[in-house]
């Protein structure tokens, strides 16, 4: 019998519908899409206790780790995370650096660095973010990476906004080829898990 996640070819923009492909978890926190050989999958729940190669913090430009993710990640990784971020000092907004994943279930940890919203161009800012963050994955060989809904917290990005740029970065990428087996995008709580649902839903139809 077939495995019901085989790799399955993306349709086309503006194909048929791909839902039947989807797989929803009973509990309703998880939705799994197989694009061409990647799987995408959305999870409701804490970035940190996945296990993947990599998790993606949503970081700032001076690579400081702060609260909400990057605080989470700095409470249950340990002090070599920052220590590594030291060294490295910065990154610009729209790129991402790497660095170890001292005591979390991820191997490492992709710093990202999205937009403030108000300072301009955020749309373009974000997309360039989740690219990065995807690109340095597959360059490094990795096979699985997780991304949070980034520059939605004290950054300001509207979460609807946030998810039609990412799950459309991430399809771009996807559909360029890469050597990532899957890709998570992690939400916390109920309420951003719905809108990327819907999002992830419109843009597949």
Excluded: Y
Excluded at 173 to 197: M, N, P, S, W
């Amino acid at each position: 019998m077939p495995r019901k996640d085989a790799a399955t070819p993306l349709a086309p923009a503006g194909g048929g519908s791909v839902e039947s492909k989807k797989a929803v978890d009973p509990a309703g926190n998880r939705l799994v899409m197989p694009l061409d050989h990647t799987q995408l999958e959305l999870v409701e729940g804490d970035i940190t206790e996945l296990d993947v190669d990599a998790i993606v913090n949503a970081a700032n430009e001076h690579l400081q780790l702060g609260a909400g993710v990057a605080g989470a990640i700095r409470a249950k990784g340990g002090p070599s995370i920052q220590e590594e971020c030291n060294r490295i000092g910065g990154t610009p907004v729209g790129t991402a650096v790497m660095t170890g994943g001292g005591h979390l279930r991820a191997r490492r940890v992709i710093h990202a660095v999205g937009p403030q919203m108000g300072e301009g161009d955020e749309d373009k800012k974000l997309a360039a973010a989740i690219r990065a963050s995807l690109a340095l994955a597959d360059r490094r060989g990795l096979k699985s990476i997780a991304l949070p809904a980034i520059s939605t917290g004290v950054f300001g990005f509207p979460m609807e906004r946030a998810a039609r740029v990412m799950l459309t970065e991430v399809q771009r990428f996807l559909q360029g080829g890469t050597k990532l087996e899957r890709v998570v995008v992690c939400l916390r709580g109920e309420e951003a898990f719905g809108i990327f649902k819907r999002e992830l839903r419109r843009g597949f139809r």
